[in-house]
């Protein structure tokens, strides 16, 4: 009764249905059955509407290590893996939707690995003003520059899963457990726009945005440190 949805990215294991519940801590320990489940499920946020949507859509699922939920969004960590995938199913009771790439990045969902600060991706009213801050902070983060165009017109949806990308570690050995977050932006595709992609005009980001302690982690300075940080302005609508 909780099922919202469905989800498929090519080539990869995710191919799930979406469930929601009045909160979201609920399906991060609980599967489709509602057993108690450490791999949990992938949920919508509780937030969110999961008929018409919201100017931000987002759906989480954790990074199993043995490749289920969404383990395997991390593929899109490669530039060539999204030129072969640039496109994905989510559909909900009522319609069939597919969503275009628009970037991906790495954060923190913890502001003491990031200089006291987090990006809040998981606003849901990402509309209006939050709209432009919000794709001015995505374009600074994101790995990759893709052809795919996007607007406060559109419908957003976010795919948010852990990465140990942001880990410490000293000989070989794990010291310190970050609380990295790997993220996905996409948007429906348009009433009678087509689903291609033109990949060709893909290419890395030279100068990606990273979280503090990614820069700490290497020895290396953080030209991003002293730049005025982004907040999304609560209850606008």
Request: glycine fraction near 6%; hydrophobic fraction near 30%; include cysteine.
């Amino acid at each position: 009764p909780d099922t919202v949805g469905w989800i498929t990215v090519p080539n990869t294991t995710v191919n799930y249905p979406v469930v929601q519940y009045s909160n979201n801590d609920y399906y991060i320990s609980h599967n489709f059955e509602k057993e108690r489940d450490r791999f949990g499920s992938i949920f919508m946020d509780y937030r969110n509407n999961p008929v018409d949507f919201d100017a931000n859509t987002i759906i989480y699922g954790h990074n199993c290590y043995n490749g289920t939920m969404f383990s395997e969004l991390t593929k899109y960590l490669e530039l060539d893996f999204y030129k072969q995938n640039p496109v994905f199913e989510f559909n909900t009771l009522e319609k069939a939707y597919k969503w275009k790439i628009y970037g991906v990045f790495i954060t923190s969902a913890k502001p003491e690995e990031d200089n006291g600060y987090v990006f809040n991706y998981i606003y849901p009213y990402m509309d209006g003003e939050n709209f432009t801050g919000f794709i001015n902070e995505v374009n600074l983060r994101r790995l990759y520059v893709t052809d795919v165009d996007i607007t406060d017109d559109d419908k957003m949806l976010i795919l948010s899963t852990c990465i140990r990308k942001l880990d410490t570690y000293k000989g070989g050995i794990r010291t310190y457990k970050a609380d990295g977050r790997f993220v996905i932006v996409a948007r429906a595709v348009r009433e009678n726009e087509s689903e291609t992609v033109n990949v060709s005009k893909a290419y890395k980001n030279v100068n990606v945005k990273y979280p503090q302690i990614y820069y700490d982690n290497r020895g290396i300075e953080n030209p991003y440190k002293y730049e005025e940080r982004w907040f999304p302005i609560q209850n606008q609508n």
